[in-house]
Antibody
Framework: QVQLQESGPGLVKPSQTLSLTCTVS??????????WSWIRQPAGKGLEWIGR???????NYNPSLKSRVTISEDTSKNQFSLKLSSVTAADTAVYYC?????????????WGQGTLVTVSS | DIQMTQSPSSLSASVGDRVTITCRAS??????LNWYQQKPGKAPNLLIY???SLQSGVPSRFSGSRSGTDFTLTISSLQPEDFATYYC?????????FGQGTKVEVK
């Protein structure tokens, strides 16, 4: 059973960079079949897909965030990471990491528990 | 981006009721439509993928269907553990986009 766990600071100051890591267990991120995504959810609101990474280092980003987002991987630690620069209060949300699976279309079949990041001075 | 519109935004139902939630895509997404259940303080949980395929471990009272660009999630007999918020999502074209959610509440 694949498990994902987000980690990182829960409080980030405005204009700074948000950095989160997702540690994957029960499966290798370099297995070559899955993508690995970041998704966020502001309190009381819906879900927004941020972007994803493949084992080759190939990435896809949401155009709405692309200029501020970097997703990278560390296969030696079986982790992938999110960096979001120049944050504002609008970036306050629960951030989830998830596994992208494919069967005639993409879907997220395993999710981390989520981590709340608050942007505030 | 592909826009996903869910209806209703909320509904009240009783245990044993048949519940139907609809999701419409702004353009063709073939059948690349997924449904998730989310309970307060928890991550979303995949119920249905590619419109009608039941994720492993999900009870058979959940089902999905498609008619053109309209998709439906049906709970055949609502159980106490089914009170939650449900989201549709298209997995056809990046960026993946979600509906705004449908909250199923106790009547």
């Amino acid at each position: 059973q694949v498990q994902l766990q987000e980690s990182g600071p829960g409080l980030v100051k405005p204009s700074q960079t948000l950095s989160l890591t997702c540690t994957v267990s029960g499966g290798s991120i370099s297995s070559g079949y899955y993508y690995w995504s970041w998704i966020r959810q502001p309190a009381g609101k819906g879900l927004e897909w941020i972007g994803r990474i493949y084992t080759s280092g190939s990435t896809n980003y949401n155009p709405s965030l692309k200029s501020r987002v970097t997703i990278s991987e560390d296969t030696s630690k079986n982790q992938f990471s999110l960096k979001l620069s120049s944050v504002t209060a609008a970036d306050t949300a629960v951030y989830y990491c998830a596994r992208d699976n494919y069967s005639s279309g993409w879907y997220q079949d395993f999710w981390g528990q989520g981590t709340l990041v608050t942007v505030s001075s | 981006d592909i826009q996903m519109t869910q209806s209703p935004s909320s509904l009240s139902a009783s245990v044993g009721d048949r519940v139907t939630i609809t999701c419409r895509a702004s353009q063709s997404i073939i059948n690349y439509l997924n449904w998730y259940q989310q309970k307060p303080g928890k991550a979303p949980n995949l119920l249905i993928y590619t419109a009608s395929s039941l994720q492993s471990g999900v009870p058979s009272r959940f089902s999905g269907s498609r008619s053109g660009t309209d998709f439906t999630l049906t709970i055949s007999s609502l159980q106490p553990e089914d009170f939650a918020t449900y989201y549709c999502q298209q997995g056809y074209l990046s960026p993946w986009t979600f509906g705004q959610g449908t909250k199923v509440e106790v009547k």
